[in-house]
């Protein structure tokens, strides 16, 4: 809303809200500040090589009421119009960027990059609105089209491309997993190989230590039991000694008694000899017994 007349000067804008006017001195009018979509359709526009084409983009367009000095411009230049209006001048003014540009593009630019078309009109519209008071939104190309079939032709150009490089990318792909295969065929061989060797070296170093062992096993083994023999024997032998050592003890003592029987008998003997033969003492039953019996002693 923009209030004039008396005691407003300049006149008071304002952006949404409410505001007392005194009637016949006062003045009030209104401007929209809608977002406006507008369709910009530009036909059989030339393009840098000469053929003509029509775009048609889509934009969305707004008087800026937040900011003073662009409102007061939009103030200036649209007060007392309608809505379709602005609209249709802001068209207008969007067309004439978006005809200048194709012109210096062509068409192969614009199908194919369309985010780079969009963006140079956004940019020069911008800039022009701008000095209205309008803020460019947004723009997006929609569509293009031509009565020459010069985009169907270049479609089947680029369909033909595109089915070539198919096929010959279809055709190395196969010549690479050929050769990707055969490699990999020739890494397993190769691995399978290494592995096998791998084992075999393996198997030798376990067959090599394990002959080691056993013989090392085997002469400790065999050393003890030659050791235990010695010591059996050595055992034996002792036992043996020991055995003789009493049979010579004991053969000692028999001896020892035999003497000691011999001497004691000859001793009797020759007390019996020097016995007077007159004596008339009675002699002891034993005595008597002792002289008649014969005695005899046996050596081993």
Known sequence: MVVSGF??????????GRVFVFPCIQKIQRITLNTLTLNVKSDKVYTRHGVPISVTGI??????GQNKEMLATACQMFMGKSESEIAQIALETLEGHQRAIIAHLTVEEIYQDRKKFSEQVFKVASSDLVNMGIG????????????????????KARTAQVQRDARIGEAQYKRDAVMKEAHAMQEKVSAQYKNEIEMAKAQRDFELKKAAYDYEVNTKKAESEMAYQLQVAKTKQRIEEEKMQVQVVERSQQITLQEQEIIRKEKDRWSRRQRPLSSTKMEPWWTCCWRTCHWSVCFP
């Not at 005691?7 to 949404?16: D, F, K, N, Q, V």
């Not at 934009?59 to 800026?64: E, L, R, S």
């Not at 460019?136 to 479609?155: A, C, E, F, I, P």
Request: charged share 20%.
């Open 59 to 64: 934009a969305q367009v707004k008087i800026q």
């Open 136 to 155: 460019v939104v947004s723009y997006t190309l929609k569509d293009v089209h031509d009565d020459q079939d010069y985009l169907q032709s270049l479609g």
């Open 7 to 16: 005691g407003r000067s300049p006149p008071l804008m304002i952006a949404g």
